[in-house]
């Protein structure tokens, strides 16, 4: 099929390509050295913005807050992807690009030094002074010049061969190998996060000393799974928590409250069966499960609380894990309870080491339970929880509640001191703070890809590697009347090519003597 | 479990880093002299070093011991290696800038960028003591790893080495730029001739290049444990988190000048560009998206 090209008419003459030779023409100019040049530095650029805005992937909360305010701006930029550049079309393109002008550029190039590798060094060339480094040697007993020459070299590592008086030889075709190695490898990075991201899944939980986790979808507090991710993914395990123990540095005086070291001891078993084994799980060293790695990644405190109403039933018994809000730890916990007659809820502040601000307010001023202290807010109404919608158990809504004791409700807020009981308003009971727990978040994860980038990456390290700097040169050897001539030739980068020829030169003479 | 910071010689390795910095100037000063002296002897060659440039050799070399010595005391004060913050990040980085310098001076004719390498140092160790400066601290619980001390001294490594070859970078687009041919000005002059006294253009630009490979070979090393410490401490070996991008964006741009030293029309000048380009990237990595982006990685240790 022929294609016209009509569209240059008028004076500009162009010659008619077939529809073989556009292809051809493209193909060349996308697997051409300054296309993937241009490539490389565009995609550099392309990544620039991802660290400038927030990304979904990464930074979820700083989206939210971006749209926040800049509710003009936001809507704008995401239709730019912005806001996920790293997963956008236009940074997809640029990759997906680079690396078919790379299978592009690497595969001819494979079959090039393939056929270098089996075939002979080429013949001296004429006017070895030509050559970036030579030498002409006056030596008398030059006879036999070629054939020593030809051993010297071979035990050099050359690649040699003898042409009647002249002798070529070349080394360094790990240069190119290295080089293609590299090149492949990076294919092979690219395949394994490709693959492996799509079988990942990664699962978030929080569990109070004393709690167990099972591996199934329902007992994650939040998961994100894979494309290619199916629950019967997830293999069977357990994991209690059976102690956190955390150390803060009390010693010294710059760095009072500062955390040294978090350690989460846990039992597991991977059938019901089976006697529970003992493990330790901190911040750099996760445990390994069958099918998933699981990361401590942040921890507090879960303070245990039992409430009972007027006639002294247990409504409520557990610990909910509060949140940190600073680093000495004030913890922001909710408690909801709902099977009541009258539903009411609680806002508590932990605090581990309590202290008074001037202000009258409450704070922490280390982060150990030294002298702790609970405070609650108490508020009644509808918890809306029966609506079936998932709540966050995290956030108390108020919005059909009425407080009724702390803030301005005119009843004073609850403090607790640790074991003690106080009378909750309203004639709801009573609260006892019974213990402080600990909790830990974990995160599960998987990820059958990362050995597999690992092992590329390495290779392609191993590959940039012998690449950079195994150098690749020709020697040639040539006896002439008076005596003999060396000269060498650089194929790339090569730091020694003048010391070579001296050392060939010295070498040559130096048998001699013997 | 349980800590030793010592305050007291973390004081004492300041002063030896700021003993350093008075060296480094003298060493500075009598560099800067020496080329000054160059412009006005109007020689057509350089020879050997002269006694001024041995001289401020030597300067540097006191320089870099106290250096090195205010390195190993903030470690010791700090029972951990001396590198987890910009402060430590800053002083251990350009003892291995000058310790490399130095080492390489016996191999290769570098002086040309002597003036430059002492002058930066000053500057480096300048901003870090004014402005990085943060007491002893411990580690938090993420960044107690060996993959630290790894994953940063092979950064560090690799960033000295792009520092270097940045300063013959700049040197050979001087000596090879157009209003240096042929020059009109008495100022351009006298710079023309300093700079002709120093190894030709060539030879610069390879040298550049030795430096840029090391470099791109440990920063590419770099970017691998850093991935295998982030599948450890984070759960994932890769989340695009701002210090991994720009990571990735400078290794990019080096992958990009090793191509152009390969392509027709991109050798030379542009390849040049590319390889300071690539240097201020890395310097704005440390700067910029330390203090200012948001991220994992904070350890600058200021708030
Ligand atoms: C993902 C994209 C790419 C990256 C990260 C990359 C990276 C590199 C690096 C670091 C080098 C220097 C080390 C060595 O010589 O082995 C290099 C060299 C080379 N690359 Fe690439 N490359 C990419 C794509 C391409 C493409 C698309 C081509 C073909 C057009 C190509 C052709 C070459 C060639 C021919 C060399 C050897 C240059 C020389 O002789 O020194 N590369 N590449």
Known sequence: MVISSSRFDGDITTPELSLAGWSRWTWRQLTSMRTALLLLLLLAIAAVPGSIYPQRSADPNGVTQFFDNNPELAPVLDAMQLFDVYTSVWFSAIYILLFISLIGCVVPRTGVHYQALRSAPPAAPKNFARMPASASVKYAKNTDIAERAETLLRKLGYRVVRNGKAVSAERGYLRETGNLVFHFSLIGVLIAVGVGGGLSFSGQRVLVEGETFVNNLASYDSFSPGTFFNESRLQPFSMSLDKFEVDFDIKNQTNVGTPLDFRAFVSSKVSPDLVPQSALIRVNEPLAMPGANIYLTGNGYAPHITIRDAEGNVVFAGANAFLPQSTTYTSLGVIKVPDVERQFGIIAFFYPTVDKLTTGALTSIYPAPIDPLMTMNVYEGDLGLDGGVPTNVYALDTSKMKQIAGGKSGTKGLQLALGETVELPNGLGTVTFDDIRRFASLDVSYNPGGIWVLLFALLSLAGVTTSLLVPRRRVWVRQTTEGFEVAALARGDDPILEKVVGEVVEKLKAKDKK | ?303
């Not at chain 2, 001390?149 to 960033?159: E, G, L, N």
Request: hydrophobic share 55%; proline share 1%.
């Open chain 2, 1 to 303: 479990m349980g800590i030793a910071l010592n305050e007291g010689l973390s004081q004492i390795s300041l002063i030896f880093i700021y003993a350093a910095m008075a060296i480094y100037t003298a060493a500075f000063l009598t560099f800067a002299n020496h080329l000054a002296r160059l412009a006005s002897e109007k020689k057509k060659v350089r020879g050997a070093a002269t006694k001024i440039e041995r001289i401020a050799i030597v300067l540097m070399i006191i320089g870099a011991v106290l250096h090195g010595v205010g390195v190993v005391l903030r470690g010791v004060a700090a029972s951990r290696v001396p590198w987890a913050n910009m402060y430590e990040f800053s002083i251990t980085g350009s003892f291995v800038v000058v310790s490399i310098f130095l080492l390489a001076l016996t191999i290769k004719d570098i002086r040309l960028i002597a003036t430059f390498v002492s002058g930066f140092t000053l500057l480096i160790l300048g901003s870090a003591t004014s402005i990085f400066y943060v007491e002893v601290k411990s580690l938090m619980p993420a960044l107690q790893s060996y993959w630290l001390v790894i994953h940063v001294i092979v950064a560090i490594c690799a960033t000295a080495f792009f520092n270097i070859a940045a300063g013959l970078s700049i040197a050979y687009l001087l000596k090879s730029a157009k209003w240096a041919q042929k020059p009109k000005k008495e100022f351009v002059i006298t710079i023309k001739r300093i700079l002709d006294l120093f190894p030709n253009v060539e030879k610069i630009e390879r040298l550049a290049y030795r430096f840029n490979i090391i470099g791109f070979i440990l920063w590419s090393f770099t970017l691998i444990a850093g991935a295998i410490w982030a599948e450890r401490a984070w759960h994932r070996y890769w989340g695009w988190d701002t210090k991994e991008v720009w990571t990735f964006i400078i290794w990019t741009i080096y992958a990009g000048y090793l191509h152009a030293n390969a392509t027709r029309g991109w050798t030379g000048k542009r390849s040049a560009w590319l390889a300071l380009i690539g240097f201020a990237a890395v310097l704005f990595n440390f700067t910029v998206v330390n203090l200012f982006f948001k991220g994992l990685h904070v350890y600058s240790g200021l708030n």
